[in-house]
């Protein structure tokens, strides 16, 4: 029975060669999955430009305007999304102006260059403005001399002879010149305006010499000085300034002339006709 199996063993393979091969192991890699086609994206909406005049820009269509507007409010920009550089100017306009104006402006002065014979006095000034930073001003000032402690020890080292020559009056033609305007924050709850100025001009001045006749002039005279000036209202201002003023005096017949010179220190308050103004932008 043993010899029958192996012979039906051998017919097969005989038979059907093929068959009898054993299986074997497949190492190539599976085929790759189809790759999705890849949907066209949807072209990116543009938003409407901001419109300056006022009025909203209308989008190109409905798409358009549904894409462009935002969740809040329906608008665009609002004023919280201005930054404050565009709401605050660099250059801001002056809130004072002497244009057409008349100032009117008592004077309080005193000689700070005369160590003997200090002179108090005081004076008017009638100015008109035809630009904002330029005015013509006609003034007048009258002066008293006192003597200081000084004069007693300036006889002595002198040998009684101290010659002077005492300015008590002057009548000025001045260009006054504002080239500097500013602002400035007092008590951090008020700003004020001022500006700085500029003076000169030429006119007559009257002096008492050291011997008679004691009263002498007028002198051609100039003077030149400036200060700074501060407008708390729209009809007021305060003056602190300084000028100095320049004439050819003979204190005594037997010396020649000599230019003097006194400078004066002003303090001053300046009223403003009309008392308002108009701010005219410019064209």
Known sequence: MRIALISSVVLLLVADPASAQLPTLDLTAPPRPPEPTA???????????????????????????????????????????????????????????????????????????????QKIGGGLRLAYSPQDAF???????????????????????????????????????????????GKASFLADTIVHFDLFLAAGFGAVWSATSLKPRSEGPHPAAEVGGGVRFYPKEWLAFELGLMATFYPDQPVTSVPATIQSVVVGNVGVSFFFPFTFDYVYPQ
């Open 39 to 117: 949907e066209p994206r949807p072209a990116p909406t543009e938003v409407a430009p901001l419109s300056l005049t006022g009025e909203p820009a209308r989008p190109a269509d409905a798409a358009q305007a549904k894409a462009a507007t935002p969740a809040r409010g329906g608008a665009i920009f609002g004023e919280r999304d201005v930054a404050l550089g565009d709401k605050v100017k660099a250059v801001q306009r002056k809130g004072f102006l002497k244009r057409g104006r008349f100032e009117l402006a008592p004077i309080l002065a005193l000689t700070v260059n005369d160590a003997f014979y």
């Open 135 to 181: 005015a013509v001003a006609v003034r007048g000032s009258y002066f008293t001399p006192y003597r200081t402690d000084n004069v007693l020890e300036g006889k002595r080292a002198y040998s009684s002879q101290l010659l002077t020559s005492q300015l008590y009056g002057q009548a000025m033609l001045d260009g006054v010149w504002s080239p500097i305007y």
